[in-house]
């Protein structure tokens, strides 16, 4: 690596904390889940005010002091973490994402600074491949660390951010650039937990969100009650899976983090024949296909949790990483849906459907907590495919033919 792109390397260790190491240890912190899909519901939630530090970066032109800035306050944060009580934790998590995503947002503009349109794309891919790299790192080091004392990971975490606040400085210094000279959106990488946290160069602060509204058309609105209801869905279930299986199967906490890491490991080779697919078939015949397949391994799931056969937690693994590895499907057709059903508007329509991204996942962690702490996993698992088979119904009967011709 040379010198110069030594920064690429925060995005690494962002990666590994925001998406790796953060999903899996905070629901694990609470005595119940309950209480710890709260904690990193409210995660997810503070995520959505980065934004507003999005348009100032735009404005100012100080992306890197954003990288720096936001990695460095939710790096001290995070070492406060194991010594504080559970309310405080709630208002850690807070200020982590915040800080997370704050130093995330610069990250696609940091990439083209100084480029031609025309390599804008390889420099995108290039940072997407450092953050899928970290976070398969991090969730791999999560089960590590849990298997000890999770409280500890998050020291680990504290200081892989504190590092990524240094390395930040060898990042492209201030520029001033035209806000609306954003790169066009790419694929979302890494599976549900980086989704929530993907929308890096797309930005907006409160002014801009009555103009998000104004673009919502008939087929717009549609898709985005279908991935609210999926999307929140699958998030939650995911998030509450590795402490179903350490408090409901006695797991090793390497085995739910290392199939996750497997499943997203996996998943990354198949995004350029799943684009090539999307392109033949459309984004809502793709959308579809990728909320059945999840909904049938759900259904698998759920079957072998309920009929407890020799090698059920193998098997519940084993479909966990596939959920994980079919996440392309959805990944890069709801990246598609978002652009095209709003053509004259496509920086608007893609912002509001990160933020959506960002509110469901909040509100599915915390909704997957209460379920699991109530009902334990069984229910969990019923109702994630209910609102899984909810949300395929409804794409099927509105996302099937003509849906990114806008009406």
């Not at 503070?46 to 460095?72: E, M, N, V």
């Amino acid at each position: 690596m040379k010198r110069a792109d030594l920064w690429l390397a925060s995005y690494g260790l962002l990666g590994l904390t925001q998406n790796g190491l953060l999903p899996v240890l905070m629901p694990l912190v609470g005595p119940g889940g309950s209480s710890a899909g709260i904690t990193y519901a409210v995660f997810s939630l503070f995520g959505l005010a980065a934004p507003l530090l999005g348009t100032w970066a735009d404005r100012s032109g100080r992306h890197r002091d954003l990288l720096i800035w936001g990695s460095l306050g939710a790096g001290l944060v995070l070492l406060l973490f194991d010594t504080a009580g559970v309310t405080l934790r709630i208002v850690i998590a807070a200020g982590a994402g915040l800080g997370t995503m704050a130093a995330t947002t610069s990250g696609n503009v940091l990439a083209i600074q100084g480029a031609a349109e025309t390599e804008w794309d390889d420099r995108v891919a290039r940072l997407q491949r450092f953050i899928s790299a970290g976070q398969v790192v991090g969730l791999i080091a999560a089960g590590i660390v849990a298997r000890a004392r999770p409280d500890d990971g998050f020291v680990f975490a504290g200081g892989a951010l504190l590092a990524a606040a240094g390395l930040g400085i060898a990042a492209p210094p201030r520029l001033r650039r035209d806000p609306r000279e954003k790169p066009e959106a790419g694929p979302m990488v890494g599976g549900d937990a980086a989704a929530s946290r993907a929308h890096h160069g797309h930005r907006a602060g409160w002014v801009e969100i009555g103009a998000y509204l104004r673009v919502i058309n008939r087929p717009l609105r549609r898709f985005l009650i279908v991935w609210l209801v999926g999307y929140a869905a699958m998030n939650g279930f995911a998030t509450i899976f590795p402490v179903a299986m350490i408090r409901g199967f006695g797991m090793d906490p390497i085995l739910p983090s290392g199939a996750y890491a497997a499943g997203v490991g996996l998943s990354l080779l198949v995004y350029p024949p799943i684009g090539v697919a999307t392109h033949r078939w459309g984004g809502g015949r793709m959308l579809i296909a990728g909320l059945a397949a999840r909904l049938a391994l759900l259904g698998a799931i759920l079957a072998l949790e309920r009929y407890h056969l020799r090698w059920t937690g193998a098997s519940i693994l084993v479909g966990f990483g596939l959920i994980q590895f079919v996440w392309p499907m959805l990944g890069v057709s709801a990246n598609v849906l978002s652009v095209r059903l709003a053509p004259l508007a496509r920086g608007e329509s893609a912002g509001l459907f990160y933020a959506a991204t960002s509110l469901a996942a909040s509100l599915g962690s915390a909704l997957a907590g209460v379920i699991f702490g109530a009902a334990g996993f069984a229910a969990l698992a019923a109702a994630t495919g209910l609102a899984v088979g909810t949300a395929l119904a409804l794409a099927i009967l509105w996302l099937a033919r003509g849906s990114e011709h806008p009406m």
